[in-house]
């Protein structure tokens, strides 16, 4: 399965964003996530969607973010509110052995 992401961009200190990750294929029977990466650190999980639907997130995104999926359109999302300068990062959308390409997203404070 090939991912595409898409959705990033530049937003003020307290804004929204979403994030999208189209498949190419079915994605109903795989976990999905979406994992950052800020300049100088380590990729780190942000959320992740099961098949059936359960979510986990990074403490530092808890309340703000909100992962979900459509298996209809092979498509996950990540909407992202009150938004900090340090989710300043590129994101990049995972599933079963597979990654996307990257969104690059930019908080000003």
């Known amino acids: 399965v090939q991912l595409q992401a898409s959705g990033g961009g530049l937003v003020q200190a307290g804004g929204s964003l979403r994030l999208s990750c189209a498949a190419s294929?079915?994605?109903?029977?795989?976990?999905m996530a979406w994992y950052r990466q800020a300049p100088g650190k380590q990729r780190e999980l942000v959320a992740l969607?099961?098949?059936?639907?359960?979510?986990n997130y990074a403490d530092s995104v808890k309340g703000r973010f909100t992962i979900s999926r459509d298996n209809a359109k092979n498509t996950v999302y990540l909407q992202m509110n009150s938004l900090k300068p340090e989710d300043t990062a590129v994101y990049y959308c995972?599933?079963?052995?597979?990654w996307g390409q990257g969104t690059l997203v930019t908080v000003s404070s």
């Open positions: 294929g079915s994605i109903s029977g795989n976990a």
């Open positions: 995972w599933s079963t052995a597979s």
């Open positions: 969607i099961r098949s059936g639907g359960s979510t």
